[in-house]
């Protein structure tokens, strides 16, 4: 896929499905960051709702990687998969949609090299 279109299909769908939350530095300890927590690792957390009623979708399989490896995330009865790792600008993915859900038409976003939060609303399946 040509960079021009893919640049196009993520705008698009960020503005259908997706709002980006608040970025914070890593290096910054807020008052959420126990003192066991490594102050040199990042959070990143998606959040996948439902578009007909707003509720957290559970089961959404996320992927955070890097180019040599990745890591499964399950989001929980929230909606929520949380991922700390090494700062990174990680290629997000959602492998696998709960049923009765659609996977999105664009799949898979970066983060940036610090904590960020992913808001996404999956629709549910057609009938």
Known sequence: MGMRKLIR???????LVMTLGCLTCCASKSSSVS??????KCTYTVIVTSLEN??????VII???TDSICV?????EDGTAVFTGDP???HVQ?????EGFEMPEESDWYTEEKPETFNIILAAVKE
Not at 35 to 40: A, G, N, T, V
Not at 72 to 76: A, K, S
Not at 94 to 98: A, T
């Open 9 to 15: 299909n993520l705008c698009v769908f960020f503005a």
């Open 35 to 40: 003192e066991s927590e490594d102050p040199s």
């Open 54 to 59: 707003g509720e957290g979708i559970e089961g």
């Open 63 to 65: 992927n955070f990687c």
């Open 72 to 76: 499964p995330v399950t989001t929980d």
């Open 88 to 90: 990174y600008k990680y």
């Open 94 to 98: 959602i492998i696998k949609c709960p």
